[in-house]
């Protein structure tokens, strides 16, 4: 079985950040794929605020990371970065919390001119958490994501195409890390 998380960092909900990370998981969903999706805004703010590694809220989306080969980790785009309350959880996550994981970054912002703040912004953290292989970014401009009234999601086509291709490369690098740690365990 192959286990995935989706982390939404938006503090706001719905939003359209939430809506492309929840078509990504639906687009993933197969048998022998299991998705979680969590949203760091659903972690009690003082817990975030305060610090407190220790929170019991913070139990499960460890757990759901140690057990992940594969994160999806989507962001709303905010003066030239990602969230604060994004910021606030990978700051309380173990120090290597990502290592011998596939990360995929999404983000979504209200101009094309932020797209590199995944870049310079959020990666480094990444890398800070132990993460090796980040795949490319999938970023939006917000007006290409439309929330429907029934709940569902408009996404343009060209950057649904995107999104598609890096969900591939994801399934094969996650599909590809698998193996390798697979065979370096039936090695040792």
């Known amino acids: 079985m192959t286990h995935i998380l989706a982390i939404a960092g938006s503090p706001s ?73 994004l910021k606030a959880f990978l700051d309380l996550l173990p120090q290597k919390a990502f290592i011998g994981k596939v990360i995929l970054p999404i983000a979504t912002g209200g101009t094309i001119a932020h797209l590199l703040s995944v870049e310079y912004a959020l990666k480094p953290v990444l890398s800070e958490l132990g993460a090796r292989h980040i795949l490319s970014t999938v970023y939006a401009v917000d007006k290409q994501i439309q929330i429907l009234t029934d709940g569902g999601v408009q996404i343009d086509e060209e950057i649904n195409q995107r999104l598609q291709d890096v969900l591939k490369e994801f399934t094969l690098a996650v599909d590809n890390f698998q193996n390798q740690t697979k065979q370096l365990a039936h090695s040792n």
């Open 13 to 85: 909900h719905p939003s359209r950040t939430y809506a492309i990370l929840e078509h990504a998981a639906k687009t993933l969903s197969q048998p022998g794929i299991d998705i979680d999706i969590i949203s760091v805004r659903d972690i009690p703010a003082e817990d975030l605020a305060y610090g407190r590694y220790d929170s019991a809220a913070l139990e499960k989306p460890k757990a759901l990371i140690e057990k992940a080969s594969g994160i999806i980790i989507a962001t709303p785009i905010y003066k030239a970065a990602y969230t604060g309350v």
